[in-house]
């Protein structure tokens, strides 16, 4: 490694990404990349990636600032060849998430009001019911699979449930979800295209029905609201009608599935952190945090330069792609006291988890209730929780969590 790093754009004896053991397809980096991170983020500096032609940020001051600076948007940049790719195209070319000013912010008002923090509380306590119905499941059985009984199914629910999704229909969401966002790893290979592919045609058939019958029978739910909303005002198209119902049945649940399978096997890993919280469920709330700060469920994401810009010392030309690594900025020591311990009662937490600026996470207010409801739920009715075996984590880089948490309840 240089002892003083050069600035990405020039070249020279640099290190690069890779060369420090920056390898999404390698399952020891995925299971553990955190020493990895620490040598990149030791650099001061971006690395590159060839692989995808980005740089790769770490440290968290660098991170936050990218997040929030108006010289860096998202660009979709459509799969090719178009017609292969073209559902799963659509289903992301509309989506607020890959936008930039003026349509994200149209797209992004209609829908924030339906996610407003009071909006969210009102939801409380009929995610409560459902977390404790789910939970007395458990409970009832001795334990079994936390990420099948709990884990995967309350956020399934409760944003099936704001959008108006028929609960038999609710066991499609999780599939297709899951075959859509897998695209978004670094090297995806041709399986996993087909699979998108296929997923994102099923989705969007079955949402231009659910369109139309909305269309004939409006409901009380946010999906009827936004049905409405193209009819009325025409300020959403019948593509970004589909694009936002499919991020926000997507968003609403890949994370938060995660986090809590996170929370869940990282507090259980150590007892005396379970016992923490068990002795005081306050500590839900900071405990929730510093799950979605240790084991950051969405590693990465990226914007691309639209002009030549130095941001926090790292000089970017226009059009170069950045991979801004979430999961590496938490746990910069810079920001974070003893960043590689999990601290239930965290208190000075400013986590990079949701996002920052403008693509801040439209669900955070919601993610953070059914999670604290979920752990307190958990605390409350299922103290004697422990593991019965070792979690197995997802195969996953950008989707960090674990596939099996096995349980007893005592
Ligand atoms: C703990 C759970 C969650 C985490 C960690 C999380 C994380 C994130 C992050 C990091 C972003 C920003 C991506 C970027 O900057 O490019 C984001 C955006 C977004 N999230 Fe979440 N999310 C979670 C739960 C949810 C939930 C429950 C919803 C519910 C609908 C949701 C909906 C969205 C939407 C719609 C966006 C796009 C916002 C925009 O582009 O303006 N998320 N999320």
């Not at 004896?13 to 060369?19: H, L």
């Not at 422990?386 to 007893?408: H, I, K, N, W």
Request: hydrophobic share 45%; with cysteine; proline share 8%.
């Amino acid at each position: 490694m240089p002892e003083t790093p050069a600035t990405p754009g020039t070249t020279g004896t640099r290190p690069t990404a890779p060369s420090l053991g920056f390898d999404p397809d390698d399952a020891a980096f995925v299971a553990d990349p955190y020493p990895v991170y620490d040598r990149m983020r030791a650099t001061g500096t971006a690395l590159a990636y060839p692989a995808n032609d980005w740089w790769l940020v770490t440290r968290h001051d660098q991170v936050n600032a990218m997040l929030r600076h108006r010289a860096l948007g998202r660009v979709f940049v459509p799969k090719e060849p178009y017609e292969r790719f073209a559902p799963w195209n659509l289903v992301n070319e509309h989506a607020m998430l890959e936008l930039e000013p003026p349509d994200h912010t149209r797209l992004r008002r209609l829908v924030s009001k339906a996610f407003t923090p009071r909006r969210v509380e009102e939801l409380r306590p009929a995610i409560r019911a459902r977390t404790e119905s789910l939970v007395d499941d458990l409970v009832g059985a001795g334990g079994g699979a936390f990420v099948d009984r709990v884990a995967e199914p309350l956020p399934v629910d409760v944003i099936g449930e704001l959008l108006g999704i028929d609960p038999i229909d609710r066991a499609l969401l999780r599939p297709w979800s899951n075959a859509i966002v897998a695209l978004y790893e670094p090297s995806p290979d041709a399986g996993v295209e087909d699979a998108a592919i296929r997923a994102a045609a099923e989705f969007t058939t079955y949402l231009r029905a659910l369109i139309e019958q909305r269309r004939r029978a409006p409901g009380e739910d946010l999906f009827s609201a936004l049905v409405g909303v193209r009819d009325d005002g025409d300020r959403l198209t019948e593509d970004e009608l589909v694009a936002t119902a499919v991020l926000l049945l997507n968003a609403g649940h890949e994370a938060s599935v995660n986090v809590l399978s996170n929370a869940v096997a990282h507090l259980l890993l150590e007892r005396a952190r379970w016992e923490a919280v068990v002795a005081d469920p306050t500590l839900v709330p900071t405990a929730i945090e510093e799950a979605i700060r240790f084991d950051t469920p969405l590693s990465v994401f990226t914007r691309v330069a639209a002009e030549d810009v130095t941001i926090e010392g790292i000089d970017l030309a226009a059009g170069q792609q950045v991979g801004l690594l979430l999961g590496a900025a938490n746990r910069d020591p810079a920001v974070f006291a003893e960043a590689d311990r999990f601290e239930v009662g965290r208190s000075h937490n400013p986590h990079v988890g949701f996002g920052a600026g403008i693509h801040f996470c439209l669900g955070a207010a919601l993610a953070r209730v059914e999670l604290q409801e979920a752990l307190g739920t958990l605390v409350r009715r299922a103290p004697g929780l422990e593991l019965a075996d070792e979690p197995v984590r997802r195969d996953s880089y950008q989707f960090r969590g674990f596939s099996s948490v096995p349980v007893t309840v005592g």
